[in-house]
C-alpha cells in the first residue's frame, strides 16, 4: 500500500490504515503526521527534532539531529534501532546536521549489541561511509602526512598509524575480528521509486 496523504481529509483514512498494518510515509507534512499518530499514539515528536514511530519491528525514527539519543532516554523509550536518514541531511536554518548517526550507532553497538540500521539511499550510504571511515578507523592512507612535519623532520619518525590501527581497531566483542565500518552500520537502500518493504507489516514510502 503505497499511498501519499496530502491533506487533512486524508487523515481518517490513513488512521484506519494504521489500525490494521504498521504505514510509515515520510512524505507527509509534519501536521498530518502529528495528527494522525497522535490519534492512534504511533508516534512521538523528540525534543531535539524527528519523530519516532512505534511499529511492529520495533521503534523506527525519522531525523537524527545531535545528541538524539538523548531525547529517547529522558523520555524512557527505546533507543531505535532503525533510522530514516532524510533525503536533505543538513538543516540550513538551524545550522545543524539532521543525520547524526554515529552516537545511535555506539550505543546500539555497546549497549544493544546490534548493528543501527539506517534506511536512505546509495548516495547517502556512500557519504556516510566516508565520514565512518575517518571518524571510526581514520583516513584510508596519509599520503599528506608530510605537511605536518617541518621539512627537516626524518619520515622515519613519522607516527605508523597503520601499525596502530592495527592494535587498536579491533571488535571489542571479538579480538580476532578487526573493526569495520559494518560492524556497527547496516544499510537498507530505497528502491528507484523512493518505496521500502521492509516486510509485510511496515512500509516506508519517501517519494
Excluded: W
Excluded at 508516534?43 to 538523548?70: A, D, F, N
Excluded at 531525547?71 to 540550513?92: A, C, M, W
Excluded at 546490534?114 to 565520514?131: D, M, N, P, Y
Amino acid at each position: 500500500m503505497a499511498c501519499q496523504y496530502t491533506n487533512l481529509a486524508d487523515v481518517e483514512q490513513f488512521r484506519k490504515d494504521v489500525q490494521h498494518k504498521d504505514f510509515i510515509s515520510t512524505s507527509l507534512l509534519l501536521e498530518e503526521i502529528q495528527l494522525a499518530y497522535d490519534i492512534e499514539d504511533n508516534l512521538i515528536p523528540l525534543q531535539r527534532g524527528g519523530h519516532i514511530i512505534k511499529t511492529s519491528i520495533g521503534p523506527i525514527q525519522y531525523g537524527l539531529p545531535p545528541e538524539t539519543v538523548k531525547d529517547s532516554l529522558n523520555l524512557g523509550l527505546e533507543v531505535p534501532t532503525y533510522y530514516i536518514i532524510p533525503f536533505h541531511r543538513f538543516n540550513k536554518k538551524f545550522g545543524i546536521s539532521v543525520a547524526e548517526f554515529e552516537f545511535p550507532a555506539y550505543f546500539n553497538f555497546f549497549v544493544k549489541h546490534k548493528q543501527v540500521i539506517l534506511i536512505c539511499t546509495k548516495e547517502a550510504e556512500a557519504s556516510i561511509r566516508i565520514v565512518f571511515q575517518e571518524t571510526l578507523l581514520g583516513p584510508l592512507d596519509h599520503k599528506n602526512l608530510f605537511q605536518d612535519f617541518h621539512p627537516n623532520n626524518p619520515k622515519e619518525a613519522y607516527p605508523n598509524f597503520h601499525k596502530e590501527l592495527s592494535i587498536f581497531s579491533k571488535n571489542p566483542t571479538n579480538p580476532d575480528e578487526p573493526l569495520q565500518i559494518d560492524t556497527l552500520l547496516k544499510f537498507i537502500i530505497y528502491e528507484e521509486n523512493n518505496f521500502l518493504q521492509i516486510n509485510e507489516l511496515v512500509q516506508i514510502d519517501n517519494g
